[in-house]
C-alpha cells in the first residue's frame, strides 16, 4: 500500500504531512522516526499525522525526528491550516495534544490561534516550585530565563548576541536537566528594536532549527511579561519573521507564511510500524 504525503514548511522549518482521516495510518516511534530521517527516510524536522477528531476539524499528532510524539508545533499549526484552508472555508479548528488551536488564512498569511500562555512552575512542568519570571537557575553564561508553556515547554534566556551562544553546545545541556521532567526548548534572544526580537531556538528532540513558532511565541510572551516590548511583536528567526500578538482576550496569535514543496507516495511496507 502506498501513502500519499505532502512535504511542507513555515519559514524553512519542514514537514511531511500525512492525512490518515479517511485511512488511518498506525503511527510509532520507529516508523516516525524513519520516516523523518533525512538520508534514508523522506526527511522532516517533524511528523505530522491528520486524524479524525470528536472536539475539533481535525486532530493533528506531532513527532520529532527522534520519534517522540510533542504537545503544540506552530509552524506546522500554519501549514494544516494553510492544507485545510479551501476545505474549511478559511479557519480550522485544530486539536493537538497541548489543546485546541484555530488557524485562519489571510492576505498575510496564516493566523494561528495558539491559546493562552502558562506561567506556573507545575505548568511548565519544573520539578519543583520557583519563579518563572526570573528564574534562579544558570548554565554558564545563560542565565535567569523565563519559563513559559505554549501549549509546549520553554525556557527563554535574553543575551546580547544570540549568534556568540554556542547552542549546539549548551541547547541538549539545557533540554535534558532533570529540571525538566518533560525536557525543555531552548531560546536565545536579542532585542533588536521596540518591538522586534532576534531568536535562536533548540528544539526539545529536534535540534537547531531554522525556525520555530512556539519558541517566537514563547520568547514573545517572556519580553512582554519582563516589559521590555509591547503585546505586538515580530521575532526574527533565522529562517524569517513572525508576527506576534498578546491579545486582550489573553490568547497568543502568531502570523506567518507556510507552503507547500511537494508531494509523493511512500510504501507503507518500507517502514514498518
Same mark, same amino acid.
Given at each position: 500500500?502506498?501513502?500519499?504525503?505532502?512535504?511542507?514548511?513555515?519559514?524553512?522549518?519542514?514537514?511531511?504531512?500525512? $492525512?490518515? @482521516?479517511?485511512?488511518?495510518?498506525?503511527?510509532?516511534?520507529?516508523?516516525?522516526?524513519?520516516?523523518?530521517?533525512?538520508? !534514508?527516510?523522506?526527511?522532516?524536522?517533524?511528523?505530522?499525522?491528520?486524524?479524525?477528531?470528536?472536539?475539533?476539524?481535525?486532530?493533528?499528532?506531532?513527532?520529532?525526528?527522534? /520519534?517522540?510524539?510533542?504537545?503544540?508545533?506552530?509552524?506546522?499549526?500554519?501549514?494544516?491550516?494553510?492544507?485545510?484552508?479551501?476545505?474549511?472555508?478559511?479557519?480550522?479548528?485544530?486539536?493537538?495534544?497541548?489543546?485546541?488551536?484555530?488557524?485562519?488564512? /489571510? !492576505?498575510?498569511?496564516?493566523?494561528?490561534?495558539?491559546?493562552?500562555?502558562?506561567?506556573?512552575?507545575?505548568?511548565?512542568?519544573?520539578?519543583?516550585?520557583?519563579?518563572?519570571?526570573?528564574? &534562579?537557575?544558570?548554565?554558564?553564561?545563560?542565565?535567569?530565563?523565563? *519559563?513559559?508553556?505554549? +501549549?509546549? &515547554?520553554?525556557?527563554?534566556?535574553?543575551?546580547?548576541?544570540?549568534? *556568540?551562544?554556542?547552542?549546539?553546545?549548551?541547547?541538549?545541556?539545557?533540554? !535534558? $536537566?532533570?529540571?525538566?521532567?518533560?525536557?525543555?526548548?531552548?531560546?536565545?534572544?536579542?532585542?533588536?528594536?521596540?518591538?522586534?526580537?532576534?531568536?535562536?531556538?533548540?528544539?526539545?528532540?529536534?535540534?537547531?532549527?531554522?525556525?520555530?513558532?512556539? +519558541?517566537?511565541?514563547?520568547?514573545?510572551?517572556?519580553?512582554? @511579561?519582563?516589559?521590555?516590548?509591547?503585546?505586538?511583536?515580530?521575532?526574527?528567526?533565522? /529562517?524569517?519573521?513572525?508576527?506576534?500578538?498578546? $491579545? $486582550?482576550?489573553?490568547?497568543?496569535?502568531?502570523?506567518?507564511?507556510?507552503?507547500?514543496?511537494?508531494?509523493?507516495?511512500?510504501?507503507?511496507?518500507?517502514?514498518?510500524?
Amino acid at each position: 500500500m502506498h501513502i500519499p504525503f505532502r512535504k511542507m514548511h513555515g519559514l524553512g522549518n519542514d514537514f511531511v504531512v500525512i $492525512d490518515a @482521516r479517511v485511512r488511518a495510518l498506525a503511527m510509532t516511534a520507529r516508523r516516525a522516526a524513519a520516516l523523518a530521517d533525512r538520508k !534514508t527516510g523522506i526527511g522532516c524536522d517533524q511528523l505530522i499525522v491528520l486524524e479524525p477528531s470528536d472536539s475539533a476539524d481535525v486532530r493533528m499528532r506531532i513527532f520529532n525526528p527522534d /520519534g517522540g510524539e510533542v504537545e503544540s508545533c506552530g509552524n506546522a499549526s500554519r501549514a494544516v491550516g494553510l492544507l485545510l484552508a479551501d476545505e474549511r472555508g478559511g479557519e480550522t479548528r485544530i486539536e493537538t495534544l497541548g489543546g485546541t488551536i484555530v488557524a485562519k488564512a /489571510g !492576505t498575510n498569511g496564516i493566523s494561528v490561534a495558539m491559546g493562552r500562555p502558562r506561567f506556573g512552575w507545575d505548568e511548565i512542568p519544573l520539578a519543583y516550585a520557583m519563579d518563572t519570571l526570573t528564574m &534562579p537557575v544558570g548554565w554558564e553564561d545563560l542565565v535567569e530565563p523565563v *519559563a513559559v508553556n505554549v +501549549g509546549n &515547554p520553554h525556557v527563554v534566556f535574553f543575551v546580547p548576541d544570540t549568534h *556568540a551562544v554556542d547552542l549546539a553546545r549548551l541547547g541538549p545541556l539545557i533540554e !535534558t $536537566d532533570p529540571l525538566f521532567p518533560r525536557r525543555i526548548n531552548v531560546n536565545v534572544a536579542t532585542l533588536t528594536g521596540p518591538d522586534a526580537i532576534a531568536l535562536r531556538v533548540w528544539e526539545r528532540g529536534a535540534g537547531l532549527t531554522r525556525a520555530c513558532g512556539t +519558541g517566537a511565541c514563547a520568547t514573545a510572551i517572556a519580553a512582554m @511579561r519582563r516589559r521590555l516590548t509591547g503585546r505586538k511583536v515580530t521575532v526574527t528567526l533565522p /529562517g524569517g519573521p513572525l508576527a506576534i500578538e498578546w $491579545d $486582550d482576550t489573553d490568547e497568543i496569535v502568531m502570523t506567518g507564511p507556510a507552503a507547500t514543496s511537494f508531494e509523493g507516495t511512500f510504501a507503507e511496507d518500507d517502514y514498518p510500524a
